[in-house]
């Protein structure tokens, strides 16, 4: 082999090299607007939140107390009200799932021609208002004494009013994942049914359904229209008929259904994190 | 008995749409068949059928002399590679391989056993705690592949397995899964639309077309004794032009004022019949290269060195031509726009079904 002649740096590759200074400071500035930007939806969205919570703690004329939530905390009907209210919302939970997963999976397999049509019925709650739904009810099964003394009709509501949301998490879940190869992958090796559903699309569709889940599970805490016409002592009706009576309470109720949904949403993100696989999309890469 | 039996299979879509038309196949035990067609040609959805995905609208299947046209897939004890790998992102590389032999509820110590004998069968030992999400895709394949093998299933049905994988990988995977398939002489169907894929891994190749088949055949006879325009002009590269039948007693056949002689049977024909007359780019040769009894005169119009080979294109009357000839250093190529003559042997002189109109010059490789 010959020798070469050592290479000299060009003026180019100089330039390029005496320069990190340079680059580093351009980066930094950019950052700085990200930081301007993200302090401004932070202002945005915890101001008032702070707000509330600062004026929560203003029960006591002269100092800071937590006497709103020793007040809310110690009324028997706001754990009454919270505990149903919970309880609702897993009773709607389970039976969306029930109804949404094998409705979502069985249009992505077999009958994708039926897709508009399912996606249609699940936006129901966006094109007729709550109210009239749940006039609808009353008029439709008032007459039956036994639909009116459980909570059937309530929970009904709950369920029309989870739809898009439960579907749409499970939609985009299954459309992550490739449900026919996958199930056929599944049948070819003896998988039956329950074991392909069970055992192979479900477990993919860990993070899709927590969404739905969380989702359905705010949306029913907070709801007000369905429980206060059907007369069921859920958590939003006690809310605002603390609200009509009280000044400081509710605001400490405010932040502490804040909290609760922030904890459901961390915990989702959580177990998203720690769910293996998930972010692997099947199919060629 | 042939171990799988396609006899008479019709699949119509909705109530018009006829995906595969009056198939029948046999295929040995050991054999490894492939389907070879264009896309829409109804090799998937022949494969499917075997495989329990589809249900045949007319004809029967039979496996190991069992009817199994309405058995449904989890229980004909079929292995399937598919495409898109299908590797169940939830679970390990060892939890995917061994997943048909827990539905089997065969016994944890059988199952890890079998499993490690997988990985090793792939090149894979140690990769079993892996997800699929970190694996290349070369290894997901050959864990589908492992996967489908597992059970030990009476046939392997392969959908296009290669066709993700970027051409190298594509090459070495498809020589280990001919030697696999081969060491655990289990029989195969192979859906592809490469040939040179379905030629260098198949005992038999299956080419279809249009939902039918075209034609059956060795890759040697598929390749070198095409029966069919379809099949010429699919399969390598092909020089075709309609000539005519110009002497059937002596085989002459005519085309673009030249005569060419053929080892066909003309005996049915017709002088003046049309005919569609094929040849090989590399059965052609300068004639200068030995003596041959078909002299054609040409004219050089462009010459491509593709490093082992060299591709001369010439211009017969109107038609172009390819002639392919091994790459020499010491060969001397004509210059372009130099006439030269060109020869073929009798047998080199294909006459191919369906006549009628002429194949265009496949594009310049």
């Known amino acids: 082999m010959r020798d070469r002649p050592p290479i000299a740096p060009t003026a180019t590759v100089k330039a390029i090299v005496e320069t990190p200074v340079k680059t580093w400071k351009r980066v930094r500035k950019f950052n700085l607007w990200s930081w301007i930007i993200l302090g401004i939806g932070l202002i945005y969205f915890f101001l008032p939140l702070l707000a509330t919570f600062e004026f929560s703690l203003r029960a006591i004329k002269g100092r800071y107390s937590l006497e709103a939530y020793r007040i809310a905390f110690s009324d028997p009907a706001f754990f009454r009200s919270f505990g149903l209210s919970m309880l609702w919302a897993i009773l709607t939970i389970i039976i969306t799932l029930l109804l949404v997963l094998p409705t979502a999976y069985w249009v992505h397999l077999r009958l994708p021609r039926l897709r508009p049509a399912v996606e249609f019925v699940t936006l129901m709650p966006f094109v007729v208002p709550a109210v009239v739904l749940v006039f609808g009810f009353i008029r439709m099964y008032g007459r039956y004494t036994f639909m009116v003394s459980i909570p059937i009709l309530l929970i009904a509501g709950y369920i029309v009013l989870s739809l898009p949301y439960m579907f749409r998490a499970v939609d985009a879940g299954l459309r992550a994942i490739d449900v026919r190869t996958l199930t056929e992958a599944a049948q070819s090796l003896g998988a039956s049914w329950p074991t392909i559903i069970f055992r192979v699309i479900f477990p993919n569709l860990r993070v899709a359904i927590l969404s739905g889940v969380f989702l359905t599970f705010a949306i029913v805490m907070g709801e007000f229209t369905f429980a206060n016409l059907l007369v069921w002592p859920a958590f939003g009706p006690y809310m605002e008929l603390l609200g009509a009576k009280e000044a400081y309470a509710p605001q400490a109720l405010a932040v502490v259904s804040f909290l609760l949904t922030w904890g459901s949403i961390g915990l989702l993100a959580r177990i998203g994190r720690g769910a293996p696989g998930q972010g692997q999309i099947a199919g060629a890469r | ?365």
């Open chain 2, 1 to 365: 008995m042939a171990f799988l039996e396609i006899n008479n299979v019709t699949k119509i879509f909705g109530k018009d749409t006829v995906a595969v038309k009056d198939f029948n196949l046999q295929v040995e035990k050991g054999e490894l068949v492939s389907f070879l067609g264009p896309s829409g040609c109804g090799k998937t959805t022949t494969l499917r059928m075997v495989a329990g995905f589809e249900a045949p609208t007319t004809g029967q299947i039979l496996m190991n002399n069992e009817d199994i046209t309405n058995k449904p897939p989890n229980q004909r004890d079929v292995g399937m590679v598919f495409q898109a790998y299908a590797l169940f992102p939830n679970m390990t590389v060892g939890d995917n391989i061994g997943f048909g032999l827990k539905i089997a509820k065969r016994p944890p110590e059988e199952i890890n056993k079998r499993v490690e004998e997988m990985l090793s069968l792939i090149h894979m030992p140690g990769f079993g705690d892996r997800y699929p999400f970190q694996l290349s895709g070369g290894q997901q394949q050959r864990v589908a592949l492992a996967r489908a093998l597992a059970l030990s299933p009476q046939m392997l049905l392969l959908d296009e397995p290669l066709s993700a994988l970027d051409a190298k990988i594509r090459v070495s995977l498809r020589a280990e899964i001919r030697f696999i398939q081969r060491t655990l002489g289990i029989t195969a169907i192979y859906v592809t639309h490469d040939q040179e894929e379905a030629l260098s891994l198949s005992d038999r190749v299956v080419v279809m077309y249009n939902g039918a088949m075209e034609q059956v055949g060795t890759p040697f006879e598929i390749y070198n004794f095409p029966q069919t325009e379809f099949v010429a002009s699919f399969v390598g590269t092909l020089n075709a032009v309609q000539g005519e039948v110009l002497d059937p007693a002596n085989q002459l056949l005519a085309f673009d004022g030249q005569t060419l002689h053929t080892a066909e049977d003309l005996s049915k024909r017709q002088r003046g019949d049309k005919v569609m007359i094929a040849i090989r780019p590399e059965r052609l040769s300068f004639s200068s290269e030995g003596k041959k009894p078909n002299l054609i005169d040409c004219t050089v119009e462009n010459i491509t060195f593709l490093g082992s080979i060299v591709r001369v294109q010439v211009l017969i009357g109107n038609h172009k031509y390819y002639m392919d000839t091994f790459n020499n250093p010491f060969l001397e190529l004509p210059k372009l726009g130099d006439r030269a003559e060109i020869t073929c042997s009798r047998e080199a002189v294909l006459i191919l079904e369906h006549p009628g109109k002429d194949i265009s010059l496949p594009a310049e490789a």
